[in-house]
């Protein structure tokens, strides 16, 4: 059983989907939990929902607004972060974009947003939590990826380019610093039901807190044994 009581941890992307579902994972299982996002307002309604299940005299619950792709930004979110809980043990990095084009349709601009949110915005928080992971002697870096990070599709260049790199960068880190302590995971979802998804939210897809639940039998491992990645599938996908 997990059991995070005494551990912090942030959440990217963490108002709505796959990123509010890890949120409430956490929390349920005693950690102090952060959420950012760009959007004020949903991270309110997503805190305010989140306070509701979780009293306060139990664990602190903040949200925090912050865009991933601004390195600044990103230093803002942590030193608050690091004022509100002291330090930290666990990072997701989940916040993701999806601009689905062929190349020749695919704007410079669009280009930049898919890879400086999907896989720069994972390098800068990665970059920041590593100081505050040596601190507390270890922590955890999970990255929300997709299937997509395996197999290529029509439309996908940048899509695909975000989350192949963003593998690669996951086991790379895993190499770097996995004896100082740090442990590094990469989920890959498949169709999952939320309106980031081609086709919205239907009942075959994954449903966000079944990934959510993946993460957490992940941090519930041993100190001594990590999962390098995971893939994960409807188990009975629509045919087409």
């Not at 290529?152 to 380019?161: I, L, P, W």
Request: neutral net charge; proline residues 3%; charged residues 25%.
């Amino acid at each position: 059983m997990l059991n995070l009581k005494g551990k912090s941890a942030l959440v990217t992307g963490g108002s709505k989907g796959i990123g509010l579902a890890v949120a409430r994972r956490l929390a349920l299982a005693g950690a102090n939990v952060a959420i950012c996002g760009r959007s004020e307002d949903a991270l309110a309604s997503a805190v305010e929902g989140l306070r509701r299940d979780f009293p306060s005299d139990i664990l602190k619950l903040v949200a925090l607004a912050a865009d991933v792709r601004d390195e600044d930004a990103v230093r803002d979110l942590f030193l608050k972060v690091e004022s509100e809980f002291g330090g930290l043990d666990i990072l997701v990095n989940n916040a993701g974009v999806g601009i689905f084009k062929d190349l020749a349709s695919l704007e410079p601009a669009e280009w930049k947003t898919v890879i400086e949110t999907n896989l720069s915005g994972a390098y800068y928080c990665s970059h920041e939590a590593l100081p505050r992971f040596r601190a507390r002697q270890g922590g955890w870096i999970v990255n929300v990826a997709s299937l997509a990070a395996r197999t290529s599709f029509a439309g996908g260049a940048a899509y695909n380019a975000s989350k192949f790199g963003l593998l690669g960068f996951s086991e790379a880190i895993m190499l770097d610093h996995r004896y100082e302590g740090v442990r590094v995971s990469t989920v890959l979802p498949g169709s999952v039901s939320t309106d980031f998804n081609v086709g919205g939210k239907a009942d075959w897809k994954i449903a966000p807190e079944d990934v959510a639940e993946v993460i957490a039998s992940i941090l519930a491992l041993p100190d001594r044994t990590m999962v390098s990645h995971v893939e994960i599938r409807p188990t009975r996908p629509k045919k087409s």
